[in-house]
């Protein structure tokens, strides 16, 4: 080979790698999975603000990994659309105005190309798009499973036919934490109380740094600064306990926490189609 073509085959090469290698190992995309206008706040902190409106939002996310993909939380049901319904007796107005399928499609995702669906607790407002997700496999805590999949999953505020579509045959069940591509990136940490086996998620992003997608942990910020646990909680005890654990890991990892529910802090996120890598 000649010195100049040997030079420019090895510029070329240099550059592709660095192109390349500028690939982000994750990324986080944030949906609006929902709105839910809280007539009486007090349902997630007993004894105060009775009486008070609040409005929460619901957020779904989708993390791409060069490994695979994986969703965290669906959401309300897409089918709820902007009418919405009632629910917890009137205390609570759900209503969906941004379609998780829509907003899928928008970045050309089929639902049915996931290959993990990771759900913080299977209350209906996290599992209301789940069928979607057929053909992924579930990432649950042993005791949500038993809640979801037993004799009465009613009991539990979890709503059966909105996740009957997914394959069982695939549901990998979990006992504690759970790293999802093996590589710290992408890490399930158990988190039980609101449910038997609520669950948040961690993720080290490249850019972005650390961050825990912290499921109903708490509702909105002003309940983590009080460390208040709604009503309807499975175990109050519990609860705290996993608060406790999940702030010292977030504090020793220097994270982000993000309250899904948020809706003040939702409106300082990035959502979907842009995203966080
Ligand atoms: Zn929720």
Known sequence: MKLKTFTIALISSVLLSACSSKQPDVT????????????????????????????????????????????????????????GAEAFGGKLKLTVT???????????????????????????DHTGNANLFGNASLLIQQAEYD??????????????????????????????DHDVFGDGKVVIKSAPGHTPGHQVLFLNLEETGPVVLSGDLYHFTKNREHRRVPSFNFDKEQTLAAMEVIE???????????????????????????FYQ
Request: proline letters at 5%.
């Open 28 to 83: 986080l995309h944030v949906f609006n999975c929902g709105n839910v206008e809280v007539r009486d706040i007090s349902i997630f902190s007993p004894g105060v603000d009775e009486g008070e409106t609040k409005h929460l939002t619901n957020s779904c996310y989708l993390i791409q990994h060069n490994k695979g993909s994986m969703i965290w939380d669906t959401g309300l049901a897409d089918a709820l659309g902007s009418e």
């Open 98 to 124: 941004h379609p998780l399928s829509d907003q899928l499609a928008a970045i050309n995702i089929n639902p049915e190309d996931i290959n993990f669906i990771g759900i913080s607790h299977f209350h209906g």
């Open 147 to 176: 809640a979801a999949f037993g004799e009465d999953p009613t009991k539990f505020g979890f709503n059966p036919p909105s996740y009957a579509q997914l394959d069982k045959s695939k549901i990998k069940v979990l006992n504690g």
């Open 248 to 274: 010292q890991f977030t504090d020793a990892k220097g994270a982000q926490f993000w309250i899904q529910h948020d809706k003040e802090q939702n409106q300082t996120i990035k959502h979907s189609p842009e």
